[in-house]
């Protein structure tokens, strides 16, 4: 396998700490902060006792900075580094405690497969692998990561033994298939964005596994599409961070993050135009990049249809968008927003309360979007915002010099566009349908791609 070295990025993120623990909540992340020097230097009697310490008080974060920094150091161009990452993990495990292997078993069994050049001794790793593996899939170790990333390790090593591999392989995909909400989430009481990681993170593995399925032993336009199908939704586009490090450590490219294009590919091979364009339509709409828009463009323009792409992607927007709610909303004395009488154009609605951190945050740069969009000659969009609960609002706005509209809102109007959490993007289409921009991803290109402004 390449070796890389990928850029350490640490995502603590959903990590739960609250006063009801009694603990000091800054000294778990002062040690977990503290392992990556002490593996980069070699430290690795400090780096065992901090990690024994950091999994009595908050083994989340252990299990955090073992899986999205350590397994970087066993692919590492750096020997110096791979010889400091595998004496830790020795060290580590033959400490003989459960709660510290139930964390570092796959990751450091990969770690002696990487290492491995006897057949022999590789087949026997891989049986502990598939032990690892247990009876359905465990985000808390990653064993199916390390299974796929031992599967990668054997192609490069030339393992020949099929029968192992396949094994292996069947029981990772039994694991990520018997996930309950590949579909879509279950809500269960206090676990949405929890649930939404792991379905992101299967649906991954998932797609990524059924890719491998394809590419290396039996070439099914079946696995070629379930590859497609699990790949990210928008859902799952939202949560990246939940899968961003298997993206790296499998692919060694943090940007391809679905196979929905190979899929095209094979589609257009076999003359399925019609097929192929509505995958790549997907794929636009799921990841509106400014590629992946040029492709479609591109790709549609080749099949000389009568109706102009600009309409062709009009109408798939709108048919992946709800009719919009009938609410009307007054803005100062002179505007008032009909959600029933905005067809023609685009329309941004932002959902935000003066109480909600993310939201104060991210005005700055709405009222600099505001007023681009304000000084085009001809834009396509208007932009409204919606206050939710907000106190002192009209202090607030001429406090931060504020000029986009606002308006207070109640209940009935979070309600009647199911608003979630806040902040939340409407976009409203000309055809008077609305989609909800996903949260924590770049909403402005999402504008500018779906509208094609």
């Known amino acids: 396998m390449k070796k890389i070295l990928i850029a350490t990025l640490l995502v603590l993120l959903n990590c739960g700490l609250s006063h009801s623990q009694n603990q000091d909540f800054q000294k778990p992340f002062d ?3 503290s392992l990556s020097s002490l593996w980069i230097e070699g430290e690795t009697e400090k780096a065992i006792n901090v990690s024994a310490e950091l999994v009595e008080l908050y083994p989340f974060l252990l299990s955090s900075t073992v899986h999205n920094t350590l397994s970087q150091m066993v692919l590492s161009v750096s020997d110096e580094r791979i010889t400091n990452a595998n004496a830790y993990l020795e060290g580590m495990y033959a400490m003989n405690n459960k709660p510290i292997n139930d964390i570092i078993g796959p990751i450091y069994y990969w770690s002696k497969v990487v290492k491995a050049g006897d057949p022999k001794e590789i087949g026997k790793l891989v049986k502990e692998i598939e032990k690892n593996l247990g009876d359905s899939s465990n985000m808390w170790n990653m064993a199916e990561r390390y299974g ?3 599967l990668n390790e054997l192609n490069e090593k030339d393992f020949s ?6 094994e292996l392989l069947q029981k990772i995909m039994k694991n990520l ?3 309950p909400d590949l579909a879509e989430v ?3 009481k206090g676990e949405g964005r929890r649930k939404h990681e792991k379905r992101a993170w299967n649906r991954y593995l998932l797609a990524y596994s059924y890719n491998y399925l394809y590419v290396n032993y039996d070439a099914e336009e079946e696995y070629l599409k379930k590859a497609a199908v699990y790949s990210p939704d928008v859902t799952d586009s939202q949560f990246k961070h939940a899968y961003f490090y298997d993206m790296a450590l499998l692919t060694q490219n943090t940007e391809k993050i679905n196979f929905k294009a190979t899929y095209a590919g094979y589609l257009q091979q076999n003359e399925r135009m019609d097929e192929a364009l509505d995958v790549l339509a997907e794929d636009a709409f799921i990841n509106p990049s400014s590629n ?7 790709f549609y323009s080749d099949l000389s249809r009568s109706e102009s792409f600009g309409e062709y992607w009009l109408g798939y927007i709108n048919s992946q968008s709800s009719d919009a709610p009938a609410v009307e909303i007054e803005f100062g004395e002179s505007t008032v927003l009909n959600t029933k009488n905005m067809e023609g154009s685009w329309t941004l609605l932002e959902f935000w309360g003066t109480w909600c951190g993310p939201c104060v945050r991210e005005l700055p740069s709405l009222e600099k979007y505001y007023q681009e969009i304000k000084s085009l000659p001809a834009s396509k969009l208007s932009i409204y915002t919606l206050s939710y609960n907000s106190k002192d609002l009209g202090e607030f706005m001429n406090k931060n010099n504020y000029s986009f509209p606002v ?3 109640g209940k009935e109007e979070v309600e009647a566009f199911n608003i979630q959490g806040f902040p939340t993007r409407i976009l409203m289409t000309p055809a008077g349908k609305y ?3 996903p949260y924590n991803a770049d909403w402005k290109l999402y504008i500018k791609n779906y509208t094609q402004m």
């Open 292 to 298: 992946n828009l040029l492709g479609l463009k591109s």
């Open 31 to 33: 040690l977990a902060n």
């Open 186 to 188: 279950v809500k269960g």
């Open 435 to 437: 989609l909800k921009l």
């Open 407 to 409: 308006a207070e809102v």
């Open 161 to 166: 033994d099929d029968k192992v591999k396949k």
């Open 148 to 150: 796929l990333l031992v």
């Open 177 to 179: 298939e018997a996930f």
